[in-house]
Nanobody, 116 residues
């Protein structure tokens, strides 16, 4: 029943910016937290950004100062604003919701490619 749909991925030049969106079909207050993960080709999935139901945020060291996670409660959308993008940011980015019983729900992913 829970549905998460990512959008906004694409090709961007190094140093550029991109904003990813994640649309949910239920209130964010149904979840303990919302997260953005990414998985580069040949590498394990890593947690990029996290926001709790109370609005507390956290980021991976590799993206601190460059990425910002935010939410629009009314629109039921979570965003990942990415700036100063680097080739190593290239990955499939996934939206995730942590449910009341700590189960994880996943979006389908959106490809971000940072290249000249």
């Amino acid at each position: 029943q829970v549905q998460l749909v990512e959008s906004g991925g694409g090709l961007v030049q190094p140093g550029g910016s991109l904003r990813l969106s994640c649309a949910a079909n239920r209130s964010f207050f149904s979840f303990n937290a919302m997260r953005w993960y990414r998985q580069a080709s040949g590498k394990q999935r890593e947690l990029v950004a996290h926001i709790t139901s109370g609005g507390t945020t956290d980021y991976a060291d590799s993206v601190k100062g460059r990425f910002t996670i935010s939410r629009d409660i009314v629109k039921k959308q979570v965003y990942l604003q990415m700036s100063s993008l680097k080739p190593e940011d290239t990955a499939v980015y996934y939206c995730s919701a942590v449910g009341a019983t700590l189960q994880n729900y996943w979006g389908q992913g959106t490809q971000v490619t940072v290249s000249s």
